[in-house]
């Protein structure tokens, strides 16, 4: 148990109050002029359609002796809608090359999907 306590002595020390710190003011930013530079790539990908895939394919049947990573760096830097990937996603899409060909005679709205969706 503990001891009974009647007197009216503080458990605690006190706490001494202190004024809050004098800070200096924050500098103001300079208006910066207006400039022609262009926006930085996204560095995350997003899914490609199975159309943009199969282009990928017929730019690889059209150039057999290109490596993987020029491939991706080519149509990364394209002018005119460039398609990002890496070359993982390339890998393992040419690996499921015959199935995505097959999706497109199977369904009709293929070509714009980027994943197949069964319905039972």
């Not at 009647?6 to 202190?18: F, N, V």
């Not at 560095?43 to 359609?49: F, G, Q, S, Y």
């Not at 830097?77 to 993982?88: H, I, Y």
Request: charge should be positive.
């Amino acid at each position: 148990m503990p001891p009974d306590r009647t007197s009216a002595e503080p458990k605690r020390k006190p706490r001494i109050w202190k004024p809050p710190v004098n800070r200096k003011p924050r500098a103001k930013r300079e208006e910066k002029p207006k400039t022609s530079a262009k926006v930085a790539i996204k560095e995350r990908h997003e899914n490609l359609t199975t159309y943009d895939w199969l282009q990928v394919f017929v730019f690889m049947d059209k150039n057999p002796g290109m490596s993987q990573i020029k491939v991706v760096d080519h149509f990364s830097s394209r002018p005119k809608g460039a398609l990002v990937f890496t070359q993982a996603m390339l890998l393992r899409h040419l690996a499921a090359r015959k199935t995505l060909e097959e999706r497109v005679g199977n369904e009709p709205g293929a070509l714009s999907s980027k994943r197949c969706c069964i319905v039972t």
